[in-house]
């Protein structure tokens, strides 16, 4: 079974950049869509960022698209989340994804999950 692993939160500053890593602590991610989702303070979980395993599908969140790149390592079995220019409004905790298949933008789609990691950014 996948089982993600997230890694990377911290604290930052405005306009600060930041790299989330996700692995898997039990089967490979081979064949299987990865994604990262977020939730605030408040609110609701949503979609950030979503990619195939071999496929280029890329999709992401009008929120952070051209802000934040998704990627991954298919030998090193790792999907990397790259944010630059943050802003307050991306504080967080930040949850990696997996299906297996096609990658998708809504969460019930998902079946693996991790356990978060909080990203907070001040000004």
């Known amino acids: 079974q996948v089982q993600p692993v997230e890694s990377g939160g911290g604290s930052v500053q405005t306009g600060d950049s930041l790299t989330l890593s996700c692995t898997t602590s039990?089967?490979?991610?081979?064949?299987?869509?990865g994604a990262w989702f977020r939730q605030g303070p408040g609110t609701e979980r949503e979609f950030v960022a979503s990619?195939?395993?071999?496929?280029?599908?890329?999709y992401y969140s009008d929120s952070v698209k051209g802000r934040f790149t998704i990627s991954r390592d298919n030998a090193k079995n790792t999907i990397s989340l790259q944010m630059n220019s943050l802003r307050s409004e991306d504080t967080a905790v930040y949850y990696c994804?997996?299906?297996?298949?096609?990658?998708?933008?809504?969460?019930?789609?998902?079946?693996?999950w991790g356990q978060g990691t909080q990203v907070t950014v001040s000004s």
């Open positions: 039990g089967r490979s991610f081979r064949g299987y869509a």
């Open positions: 994804a997996a299906k297996f298949g096609s990658p998708g933008v809504r969460l019930d789609e998902y079946d693996y």
């Open positions: 990619m195939s395993w071999s496929a280029p599908l890329i």
